[in-house]
């Protein structure tokens, strides 16, 4: 199969779901369309390794956030929850997560989905090289940035590991059965940081989470208010 044509069997959509809003939902849903895939797996991240944990107000309980993911997804049969980082302990690297999925769903191998911005920064992440082995990779791309190349996103160290199509959009990588593609989604203007602020200043987040997960969130008083 070529990296230009739709693919089949699963994509992962990892994260650390700080809570998880109506923007990840948006663009799960807009990738599955895409790429025609069959489901898609949410893996909430335990222990993130990018992220400070020198204020751990800022992030809630993996437990919490695992529960808040099962609550987002329940009325969509195409959606699912896998627990497997909040269940393995140390940090949660998507290496480890990669691996074992990997193993799980062969011969099909997953689509990890991640944003451009993340996606940049890849060569940071725990044996980069060794990821694109194992999964294909759909990287999203929301209005303004609607066009552009996959070679503007491919960390230098990598870029060289790929051969990009004649437009940029996709590519597949030298010596290996995966492939890396842009997917377009739309742009919902929600940001989890954004939500735990009006949560601390006791504002409205109504139409920002599904209703389960809001009910939930202001329930459980994790962001506030006045946290």
């Known amino acids: 199969m070529s990296p230009g044509q739709a693919a089949s069997g699963a994509g992962v959509f990892g ?3 700080n809570p998880i809003h109506l923007g990840h939902l948006r663009a799960a849903e807009e990738v599955l369309e895409a790429l025609g895939l069959e489901r898609m ?3 909430p991240s335990a222990q993130p390794p990018h992220k400070a944990t020198d204020r751990p107000e800022r992030i809630a309980s993996a437990e919490a956030r695992l529960e808040w993911v ?3 997804v329940a009325d969509n049969p195409r959606f699912e929850v896998d627990s497997i980082e909040v269940e393995r302990p140390g940090p949660s ?9 990997e193993a799980r769903l062969a011969p099909q191998r997953p689509v990890f989905v991640i ?3 993340a996606f940049a920064e890849i060569d940071t992440w725990r044996e980069p090289k ?6 294909h990779f759909a990287v999203m791309t929301r209005p303004p940035v609607r066009s552009g190349s996959l070679a503007a996103w491919l960390p230098e160290g990598l870029a060289g590991d790929f051969e990009l199509d004649p437009g940029g959009r996709s590519g ?6 995966t492939w890396i593609r842009l997917v377009e989604i739309a742009s919902l203007e929600i940001s989890a940081s954004d939500v735990r602020q009006r949560l601390r200043e006791g504002r409205s987040v109504r139409y920002l989470l599904p209703d389960p997960v809001r009910r939930a969130v202001q329930a459980s008083g994790i962001y506030g208010p006045g946290t």
Do not use: K, N, P, Q
């Open 130 to 135: 060794s990821l694109f082995g194992l999964a």
């Open 41 to 43: 797996i949410f893996v």
């Open 15 to 17: 994260g650390t779901f």
């Open 93 to 101: 690297y998507s290496l480890d997560t990669l691996r074992e999925l």
């Open 115 to 117: 944003g451009c911005d």
């Open 172 to 177: 597949r990588r030298r010596g290996a059965e």
């Open 70 to 72: 099962r609550l987002a």
